[in-house]
């Protein structure tokens, strides 16, 4: 896909950001973000892992046996091509997966919010479908995902942009401020 970039205080944004709709339809996608078929896991930054390492008890709680096991074994974090990311059960799920129902969801963030943890989940899944990459300063970029479909047409019904639907995670990674001279973009 074919793209163009603004600049909001040197970041690069992607202009799908602005413009494309898109709101998450768990009930169709079934947390399709967390159970993606790779050899990589969710991006981590340093500082990131010790803040799961601090809360790693109380998010342990939240997980299913097999995956407690494999980070008790394995730890929940590893190295490849000089990127840290979560490790992954069977090149698909995040090691921090549960299901409810038959919905993919984040034990970090199940932890956090019945207050159990201070640390929501790495920004680099509270920002999805946005993408951070930094090539000599930070780009924001809108990564297109097949099973995100339906959120892109549960964007178009309710008129929610990526932007105003990642709100609190730019708000988290950027600043108020920043967020507001992105917002000035869409009005």
């Not at 479908?129 to 090539?135: A, K, Y």
């Amino acid at each position: 896909m074919n793209s163009e970039y603004i600049n909001v205080d040197d970041k690069i944004v992607d202009l799908d950001i602005i413009q494309k709709h898109f709101h998450c339809d768990l009930n169709k996608c079934k947390g399709a973000c967390c159970t993606m078929k790779s050899d990589f896991g969710a991006p981590l930054k340093s500082s990131e892992i010790d803040e799961i390492s601090h809360n790693l008890t109380a998010i342990l709680e939240y997980l299913p046996e097999r995956n407690r096991k494999k980070i008790i074994e394995n730890g929940f974090w590893e190295e490849k091509n000089d990127i840290l990311m979560t490790r992954s059960i069977n090149k698909r799920d995040c090691v921090f997966v549960y299901y409810e129902n038959d919905v993919a969801k984040c034990g970090i963030e199940k932890a956090f919010l019945n207050n159990k943890s201070n640390f929501r989940k790495p920004i680099s899944c509270f920002l999805f479908p946005i993408r951070v990459s930094d090539f000599g300063g930070e780009i924001l970029r809108y990564e297109w995902y097949e099973d995100c479909k339906p959120a892109l047409e549960l964007g178009r019904k309710n008129k929610i942009t990526i932007a105003e639907f990642c709100k609190n995670a730019l708000q988290s990674a950027f600043g108020t401020q920043w967020y507001n001279k992105l917002k000035s973009y869409l009005e």
